[in-house]
């Protein structure tokens, strides 16, 4: 880490200090919170960090959350993006009043914890990050995006995978009460095809999909499953369309919004009814799969379906290079290194 950055970090820290907010030192936690799984978390210049450390850290929590502590967090994200990087010393302190230590290194957090949440809201430093967090063995949430492009992504789960280290990555918009209801619970019947929408602003250091279209396009997927083949994308300066159609014949659209208000949904067709998606209802749901990610080290989510997300908003992009031609999402993951 560099001079600048760490004084950085340790400047934002101590400001807490100074209001009252100061983080209980890690010597001092009690036995009872030295047995529930310690989680930590890299990066404060997202909303989600502090989100989380909220829901893990409240008294009197839901029963599927208890069992775990957040007890530290590296605050360094973003360099280069501002909008992220001026979040931190405020994020620090909303973390710090749910007694959450702040550490200046991602190595010093990892001796402290069980577990790790990875929340850096940049997407190119995670394959950096990640390699860190595997060399611990620790177990790893990896927040949207999983990287900033399709090849480090797919180099994060290969890594990942070679190492056995647990790993799990999904936006919350996937855990939507209505989406789970077409996924798991067969309320529509067979899915026959699905619109999902989301915001789609545009962040210029990320393919265009990943800074935010991802939440719409983790939507398709989950009612729509693997298994899309070809990507076909409308842009306007206000908005995308996105074509996918799967190797049955089914048709999938993403509609990412960059004008009006911002919201999130869809409509999912299937053999016996249609079902709105939205709307979205929190992260509470996202944080019971991750608690129980981190008890059974066991990912709810295949490795192939993440990927193929990636893919689907890779070869948008290819698309859009092109003119707006028809791109196989096959030959976008061969071209990232993904074997299978």
Same mark, same amino acid.
């Given at each position: 880490?560099?001079?600048?950055?760490? /004084?950085?970090?340790?400047?934002?820290?101590? $400001?807490?200090?100074?209001?009252?907010? #100061?983080?209980?030192?890690?010597?001092?936690?009690?036995? $009872?919170?030295?047995?529930?799984?310690?989680?930590?978390?890299?990066?404060?210049?997202?909303?989600?960090a502090?989100?989380?450390?909220?829901?893990?850290?409240?008294? %009197?929590?839901?029963?599927?959350?208890?069992?775990?502590?957040?007890?530290?967090?590296?605050?360094?994200?973003?360099?280069?993006?501002?909008?992220?990087?001026? =979040?931190?010393?405020?994020? @620090?302190?909303?973390?710090?009043?749910?007694?959450?230590?702040?550490?200046?290194?991602?190595?010093?957090? +990892?001796?402290?914890?069980?577990?790790?949440?990875?929340?850096?809201?940049?997407?190119?430093?995670?394959?950096?990050?990640?390699?860190?967090?595997f060399?611990?063995?620790?177990?790893?949430f990896?927040?949207? &995006?999983?990287?900033?492009?399709?090849?480090?992504?797919?180099?994060?789960?290969?890594?990942?995978?070679?190492?056995? @280290?647990?790993?799990?990555? $999904?936006?919350?918009?996937?855990?939507?009460?209505?989406? @789970?209801?077409?996924? %798991?619970?067969?309320?529509?019947?067979?899915? +026959?095809g699905?619109?999902?929408?989301?915001?789609?602003?545009?962040?210029?250091?990320? &393919?265009?999909?990943?800074?935010?279209?991802?939440?719409?396009?983790?939507? +398709?997927?989950?009612?729509?499953?693997?298994?899309?083949?070809?990507?076909?994308?409308?842009q306007?300066?206000?908005?995308?369309?996105?074509?996918?159609?799967?190797?049955?014949?089914? +048709?999938?659209?993403?509609?990412?919004?960059? %004008?009006?208000?911002?919201?999130?949904?869809?409509?999912a067709? !299937?053999?016996?009814? *249609?079902? %709105?998606?939205?709307?979205?209802? !929190?992260?509470?749901?996202? #944080?019971?799969?991750?608690?129980?990610?981190? /008890?059974?080290?066991? $990912?709810?989510?295949?490795? =192939?379906?993440?990927?193929?997300?990636?893919?689907?908003?890779?070869?948008?992009d290819?698309?859009? =290079? *092109?003119?707006g031609?028809?791109? =196989?999402?096959?030959?976008?993951? /061969?071209?990232?290194?993904?074997?299978?």
């Open positions: 880490m560099n001079t600048s950055r760490r /004084k950085f970090i340790k400047q934002s820290a101590m $400001s807490g200090v100074a209001l009252g907010l #100061a983080s209980m030192p890690f010597s001092t936690y009690s036995k $009872s919170i030295e047995e529930k799984i310690r989680i930590g978390i890299i990066g404060l210049d997202t909303s989600h502090p989100a989380f450390a909220k829901l893990f850290n409240a008294e %009197n929590t839901d029963s599927a959350l208890m069992g775990f502590k957040v007890v530290a967090a590296y605050p360094q994200g973003s360099v280069d993006i501002k909008s992220s990087v001026d =979040r931190i010393p405020e994020y @620090i302190k909303l973390v710090q009043q749910y007694g959450v230590e702040v550490v200046d290194s991602i190595k010093k957090l +990892l001796s402290m914890v069980d577990v790790v949440l990875l929340e850096t809201n940049d997407g190119r430093p995670h394959l950096e990050q990640a390699r860190e967090v060399k611990a063995g620790k177990p790893v990896i927040d949207k &995006p999983v990287a900033g492009s399709l090849k480090d992504a797919v180099t994060i789960y290969k890594e990942a995978s070679e190492k056995k @280290i647990p790993l799990f990555s $999904s936006s919350s918009l996937r855990y939507m009460k209505n989406v @789970i209801a077409v996924r %798991n619970e067969n309320k529509i019947g067979k899915v +026959l699905a619109d999902a929408f989301s915001p789609a602003t545009l962040e210029a250091h990320h &393919p265009d999909l990943f800074w935010y279209g991802i939440h719409g396009v983790e939507v +398709l997927f989950t009612v729509m499953g693997v298994g899309c083949e070809t990507v076909t994308r409308f306007t300066e206000g908005a995308d369309v996105v074509v996918g159609k799967w190797k049955d014949g089914r +048709l999938g659209t993403f509609r990412g919004t960059r %004008n009006g208000k911002h919201d999130y949904g869809g409509t067709y !299937g053999t016996e009814g *249609n079902l %709105n998606l939205g709307p979205f209802d !929190g992260y509470d749901a996202l #944080a019971v799969k991750i608690g129980e990610f981190f /008890k059974t080290k066991v $990912s709810p989510v295949d490795a =192939r379906e993440t990927l193929e997300i990636y893919a689907f908003m890779e070869a948008a290819e698309s859009k =290079r *092109n003119a031609a028809t791109i =196989r999402l096959e030959d976008v993951l /061969k071209n990232s290194g993904y074997k299978g």
